[in-house]
């Protein structure tokens, strides 16, 4: 099982990122794929979920209506585009799996239910 992130990167306030977790070794279909990120010193925070085989969706209260989740089933890849960013979404985001073939209707948003993890990108938003 492998999750690569990509698609990090410094910008300015007010701009826009596409993050992409390409992932193998696995049935993508039977997962769900969550975005963490973690700021130093902080604690890890769960940021945007979708179980890749009912398109079902979570958007955590701090990103809603500006970040976006979405997948590709024939690349195996799910993106994150995020729009607006403001100084407090720098962090370094990281994607992860969690099998859901048997909850294809419920959402797990706790970093304790993801099993793999991929390396982390960096984004840092600047003014």
């Known amino acids: 099982v492998q999750l690569v992130e990509s698609g990090g990167g410094l910008v300015q306030v007010g701009k826009s990122l596409k993050l992409s977790c390409t992932t193998s070794g696995f049935t993508f279909n039977d997962y769900a794929i969550g975005w963490f990120r973690q700021a130093p010193g902080g604690e890890r925070e769960g940021v945007s979920f979708?179980?890749?085989?009912?398109?079902?969706?979570y958007y955590g209260s701090s990103v809603k209506g500006r970040f976006t989740i979405s997948s590709d089933k024939a690349k195996n890849t799910v993106y994150l585009q995020m729009n607006d960013l403001k100084i407090q979404d720098s962090a370094v985001y990281y994607c992860?799996?969690?099998?859901?073939?048997?909850?294809?209707?419920?959402?797990?948003?706790?970093?304790?239910?993801?099993?793999?993890w991929g390396q982390g990108t960096q984004v840092t938003v600047s003014s």
């Open positions: 979708i179980n890749v085989g009912t398109d079902l969706t």
């Open positions: 992860s799996s969690n099998w859901a073939a048997a909850s294809k209707w419920v959402l797990n948003t706790l970093a304790s239910d993801y099993d793999y």
